[in-house]
């Protein structure tokens, strides 16, 4: 029965990408959903799996401009996996998006500290700096 429920969840994850990648963001939004229901219940999924679960799911949700439940997300994922850099990137380009210019830089440099190579990361943290430094500058 629980390698029956690993195979099933394992298929659900994949289409749930393949939906993601194409596109269908409602539809995978749901089979994310789906598949973070059964590994919650059952106990029994890689937790990588789970993480990248939360961290995709969140993404649908930012494409919504969903940013609060997208974060929730994005923290769901970092409790699973601490070492998972994308959603500490993900949360922090919210977090910047929102003007929270502190917590973002927080974000950009976990994800950096988990991996030095992260362009993107790198990108945002010295662009949140410039803004924070100017917002400081303008008296906000």
Known sequence: MEGLLL??????????????N?????????????????????RECDHNELAIAYNNRGQVKYFRVDFYEAMDDYSEAI????????????????????????DAESDFRKALEINANFEDAKQSL?????????KLKRGY
């Open 7 to 20: 195979t099933e969840s394992s298929a659900l994850l994949s289409e749930a990408h393949e939906e993601f």
């Open 126 to 134: 010295h662009q949140t700096i410039v803004d924070r430094e100017e």
């Open 22 to 42: 194409s596109g269908s963001y409602k539809r995978a939004e749901q089979l994310y959903t789906e598949f973070i229901s059964i590994c919650t219940t059952a």
């Open 79 to 102: 409790k699973i996996n601490s070492q998972f850099e994308v959603p500490y990137y993900n949360r922090g380009l919210i977090r910047y998006r929102l003007g929270f210019f502190q």
